[in-house]
């Protein structure tokens, strides 16, 4: 079985501009979730998408926005970006709630805002 | 609010055991889950525990006791490549500890 995949690998983005990243999920796995990791800080959660609903938020700016199509396939926006938002995006996908339906991890984009 | 903590470093020769703990404060609780992290790769899941008591994994085991906010995860016969990273997660959405470094030495 294909694991998470996310594209792009890399991203070199400018202040201001604004970038989609993409997150292919295992098949058969309906929920999506979105993390930023920056040393130091760990894993933050973005938002999770279940059957093209967002089931939960965290706590991020507007600037940072989903969704998820039919397939289960998910994007993340970020627009105005800021030097703050280079970071490690995660992409992770789970059967069910990811709280008991493990998660399984793509290898992530990692954004670079100069 | 929420929030989890673990030690950030920890060091441990090989062959040994290491235990990492993690306490937790949060309104809601569905469990306690441990993911490893290596350089440069995407996290991988290790255990979950719903309830209290030990669960074991080859030679990873998981400990939660929900009356006393604690887990641990705890490593045996370390071997180098269990060098990584190691996240304690909690709640719905999933929400991640910081992470303890772990440093596997000869």
């Known amino acids: 079985k294909a694991g998470v995949t996310q594209t792009p690998r890399y991203l070199i983005k400018t202040r201001g501009q604004q970038v989609t990243l993409s997150c292919s999920p295992i098949s058969g796995h309906r929920s999506v979730s979105w993390y930023q990791q920056t040393p130091g800080q760990g894993l933050q959660f973005l938002f999770e998408y279940f059957s093209e609903t967002q089931r939960n938020k965290g706590n991020f700016p507007g600037r940072f926005s989903g969704r998820q199509f039919s397939n289960s396939r998910s994007e993340m926006n970020v627009s105005t970006l800021e030097l703050g938002d280079s970071a490690l995006y995660l992409c992770?996908?789970?059967?069910?709630?990811?709280?008991?339906?493990?998660?399984?991890f793509g290898n992530g984009t990692r954004l670079t805002v100069t | 609010g929420q929030s989890l903590e673990q030690p950030s470093e920890v060091t441990a020769v090989e062959g040994a055991i290491v235990q990492i703990n993690c306490t937790y404060q949060?309104?809601?609780?569905?469990?306690l889950s441990w993911y490893q992290q290596h350089d440069g790769g995407a996290p991988t899941f290790l255990s979950y525990?719903?309830?209290?008591g030990l669960e074991e994994t080859g030679r990873f085991s998981s400990f939660l006791s929900r009356s006393d906010s604690y887990g641990y995860l705890l490593l045996q016969e370390l071997q180098m490549k269990d060098s990584a990273s190691y996240f304690c997660?909690?709640?719905?959405?999933?929400?991640f500890g910081k992470g303890t470094r772990l440093s596997v030495i000869a």
């Open positions: 992770a996908s789970s059967l069910s709630h990811p709280y008991n339906s493990p998660l399984h």
């Open positions: 997660a909690y709640s719905t959405p999933l929400v």
């Open positions: 525990n719903a309830l209290d």
């Open positions: 949060t309104s809601g609780f569905y469990g």
